[in-house]
């Protein structure tokens, strides 16, 4: 995961760098409002700092959020609780407070970062999967789906195209150590593709998996 952090004070800046990748986290860092346009493709999660010498971080977040939606997390100094506020306002995901652990820290950019994958949409042009609401629609028409029917078409409308082997379903669906047969997770297949209507909406790949179609 790819974090930007935005942050003009070195005394801060460093060691947060050092700290986070020790969290297993790749940062991009930059100390002024003006770079952040360009360092912000590509990135999972934004650490902002408000207090930059170029320019308002507030501003900068306003920017952002007219391009992107990617998770912002602010940093304030303690006692700005109007920054905070505002900020959250603009569309920041969540805040911290200076001084916080780099451990905390990380568990809050992957924090956020979850929580974001979880509110995307997925799916195909037909099939659309709404994780949040636990929704999904084929030609717009509702779908009523089990609990494990709908995990399972959500794993695979994550990446229409993609195969997703009979591994990754098992551990991402049922449990990370499945010592079952496979019988359960074909005849959850043959359940989702009753109920989708077509049954060419889900390939099978044989020996390898299953995968949403494109169309
Ligand atoms: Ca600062």
Redesign the pocket.
Known sequence: MRVLLV???PAVAVPLVEGLKRNGLEVVHVGFAAGVADASHDVDVILL?L??PDGDGLQVLREIRKHSDVPVIVVTARGDEADRVVGLELGADDYVVKPFSVRELSARIRAVSRRRRIETPVGSGRVNVDRTRRRVTVDGQLIDLTAKEFDLLAVLAEEPGRVVGRQELFSRVWDPVWHGTGKTLDVHVSAVRRKLGDPDLIETVRGVGYRLSEA
């Open positions: 942050e003009d004070d700092d207090g930059l």
